[in-house]
């Protein structure tokens, strides 16, 4: 039991943790559980100390900051409900604690922050490690990053993890992140037998920054150097005067800022070289390790450390800094609200106040339950690099790549019918097992940012309407975009046609008549063949006009024109009740050719009247010795010279247009009766303008029939 103590009291907590479980068969303590635990935690292992968290919890004397690990152990397991019971437990007997209250905080927003867009996409790379692979950095083209990997090894391990001591090593990658496999170490200068590593270089490349266990040169040694309490921090230390033939620094100095007292350690510069932010435990901070910023005068000397504050620093610890070339602050923190363990934050830099804003997390999918940490960006400011001990298929920390992919869908609504657009729809946009409901807005439009990688159906539906489902994939898409789509809904309403087919004289069923009927877009007609008084039934499209009109040998049918342009759409079936005239071929009977229409003070045949004169062609090649005469009509308007003129003019028009489709002369007669025989008998002054259009007409009439 003392050598699991004194291990576990110097961080040996690999090694204390073989000693620790020799005494358990024969002492059930929560403390000794809970330090079980902890060494777990604290090497890495998460899942196995929330297995023996569990254990010590549910004993009595179980202390209060193992209630707290195994809260927080949950919450890398996203178990946030059980998470928030055992911090809570802990706040009843440490209210003041900030971190804790963070902590609940974040348990109560887990479920919303998860619901929050990707904004990014990641990528294992392919060359890390066995071991744990952290701290990228980015320079010329290579990414340094800092491993405890056994290969490369120089035989020391960490007592703490059983690992091997962090070194640095790097990888060629280009310029869209993507990495060799091949793994290339540094010098024996720069890579000691004890930890080094992150680092991070100046915009020319002249010097490195990188944390170093703190030691002293000895006769024939280097050894570590610990403080009073036999603790051995991490320092500082900076490589210059690079030699390119070499690759290889000439200088390795000291940060002035060093002490064997405390921690200095994960430096990070900003691109102008002013600016230089690290990670540090000394006395006087916020909590447990905290961000300090020193600044460069024109000495090539390094200003005091200042802390940055409550704003950024917490009572937790704040690790892994990195100033972009925006002077955007990235760094991991486990006191800020979050998933849980480390999250990456951001915050911008003011000028003008010399301070930091407020930091905000950085989102998923860089950030998880687990520990997120060191965040570096390239040039373009869209691609980089993190590290993470998120399950993986290699174990530990890995490094990931991203890739800035913010991808929105811009989904216009409108009617099918007068193309006006639908406010408050509603849409439900499935993604690949993850839903979300929105409604329209005034606009008819919603704008709302998708996953990537993902394949989505949205189903768009209103009362009123038939809904609808469109797919939606951004799975091909490499940059930031917006998806634009326009969904037209089709009423939800029924118009439906009901005519019977009566002969026009004795307003009798015709028997086995066919029935002809096409709407104006469309060329091509269809036709129904009917009984002895059955009805023609037939649904018609909202905003179309049709043409319908009967055949029966020896029969003329007049056509009908049925418009559903100025129909309402509403919920239930619109029905429209007709009769359909037919009228038996006859010498001396006249038949009115209907929907031919002229221009005012024109007699040539228009498009809109061919298809009515092409019907009488059809007629009269069907009866080849039908012999017809043209009779046109005028109405009132207008002097009797003026109308006689032009109802000749017109027939003659209709005329010529039968005789240029093979029509003989022969059969054809025409005549302009002007306005002498008006159907409707009202006073000129007086009559309406459908009693005028009735008026102005055009008619058959068949002269010979044999």
């Not at 210059?240 to 060093?258: G, H, L, Q, R, V």
């Not at 069923?509 to 009927?517: N, W």
């Not at 079936?573 to 005012?600: C, H, P, S």
């Not at 006073?683 to 058959?700: G, I, L, P, V």
Request: aromatic share 12%; charged share 20%.
């Amino acid at each position: 039991m003392e050598k699991a103590d004194y291990l576990y009291n110097h961080f040996a907590y690999h090694q204390a943790i073989y000693y620790y479980q020799k005494v358990l068969p024969n002492n059930n303590d929560p403390i000794i559980l809970g330090k079980i635990g902890d060494c777990y935690r604290l090497t890495n292992q998460p899942e196995k100390a929330t297995e023996w968290y569990a254990k010590a919890v549910i004993l009595n004397g179980c202390p209060d900051n193992t209630k707290l690990h195994y809260g927080e152990a949950l919450m890398t397991q996203q178990k946030y409900d059980a998470a928030k019971k055992w911090i809570s437990d802990y706040l009843y007997t440490h209210k003041d604690d900030i971190r804790a209250q963070n902590l609940v905080k974040s348990c109560d927003m887990a479920a919303s922050m998860n619901d929050i867009v990707p904004n990014a996409t990641i990528a294992l790379l392919p060359f890390n490690t066995d071991g744990s692979d952290i701290g990228p950095a980015l320079h010329n083209n290579e990414l340094y990053f800092t491993a405890d990997t056994a290969i490369h090894t120089r035989n020391k391990t960490d007592p703490w993890t059983g690992n091997n001591f962090y070194k640095i090593y790097h990888v060629s990658c280009d310029a869209n992140g993507n990495c060799s496999p091949v793994i290339s170490d540094l010098n024996k200068k720069i890579n000691s037998k004890y930890h080094d590593g992150p680092c991070t270089f100046s915009a020319d490349g002249n010097e490195m920054y990188f944390t170093r266990t703190f030691y002293i040169q000895k006769l024939l040694t280097k050894t570590p150097l610990p403080d009073e309490n036999d603790v051995v921090h991490l320092e500082i230390q900076i490589a210059s005067d690079y030699d390119a033939t070499k690759k290889e620094y000439k200088k390795i100095t000291s940060f002035p800022y060093n002490n064997k007292n405390y921690s200095v350690a994960h430096p990070a510069i900003s691109k102008d070289g002013h600016m230089l932010i690290f990670a540090s435990d000394m006395n006087g901070g916020q909590g447990g390790t905290d961000l300090y910023l020193c600044t460069r005068n024109n000495g090539n000397q390094w200003s005091i450390p200042q802390n940055l504050g409550k704003a950024v620093n917490t009572e937790g610890n704040e690790l892994f800094p990195y100033l972009a070339a925006d002077n955007t602050l990235y760094f991991s923190s486990n006191g800020h609200i979050g998933y849980g363990g480390f999250d990456i934050y951001a915050c911008t830099w003011d000028s003008q106040n010399n301070s930091f804003s407020e930091p905000r997390n950085v989102g998923v999918p860089i950030n998880s339950s687990y520990d997120d940490i060191s965040f570096v960006l390239q040039d373009n400011g869209n691609q980089g690099y993190f590290a993470s001990n998120r399950p993986a298929s290699k174990g530990s920390d890995n490094i990931y790549s991203f890739n800035k992919l913010q991808i929105y869908l811009s989904l216009t609504v409108i009617d099918s019918f007068n193309k006006t657009k639908i406010a408050g729809s509603t849409i439900s946009l499935n993604c690949m097992s993850n839903t979300q409901s929105f409604t329209t807005g005034e606009e008819g439009i919603l704008f709302t940012q998708l996953y990537p990688r993902r394949t989505c159906v949205a189903t768009v539906s209103k009362i009123g309407y038939k809904s609808k489902d469109i797919d939606i994939s951004t799975l091909n898409f490499l940059r930031s975009d917006t998806i634009r789509k326009t969904v037209a809904l089709a009423p939800d309403f029924n118009i439906v046609y009901n005519a019977v087919v009566l002969d026009q004289s004795t307003k009798q069923p015709i028997e086995d008549a066919t029935i002809v009927f096409y709407h104006h877009d469309l060329a091509k007609a269809d036709t129904m063949d009917l009984k002895a008084g059955e009805h023609f039934i037939h649904e018609l499209k909202p905003g179309k006009i049709y043409g319908i009109y009967a055949l029966k040998d020896n029969y003329y049918g007049y056509e009908k024109v049925v418009s559903t342009k100025d129909i309402k759409p509403r919920a239930g079936a619109i029905r429209i009740v007709d009769t359909l005239y037919m009228k038996k071929l006859q010498v001396g009977e006249t038949y009115r050719i209907d929907n031919i229409y002229y221009d005012f003070n024109k007699a040539n045949i228009r498009e809109d009247a061919k298809p009515a004169l092409d019907r009488l062609i059809e007629v009269l090649n069907k009866y080849p010795k039908m012999h017809i005469q043209i009779n046109s009509h005028t109405d009132c308007r207008g002097s009797n010279t003026y109308n006689n003129n032009l109802s000749n003019a017109r027939a003659r028009s209709v005329i010529i247009y039968l005789q240029q489709r093979g029509i003989s002369n022969t059969r054809l007669k025409s005549r302009g009766y002007g306005k002498t025989i008006p159907i409707e008998k009202c006073k000129c002054d007086k009559c309406s303008e459908e009693q005028h259009q009735m008026n102005r007409r055009t008619e058959f009439q068949i002269t010979a029939m044999d």
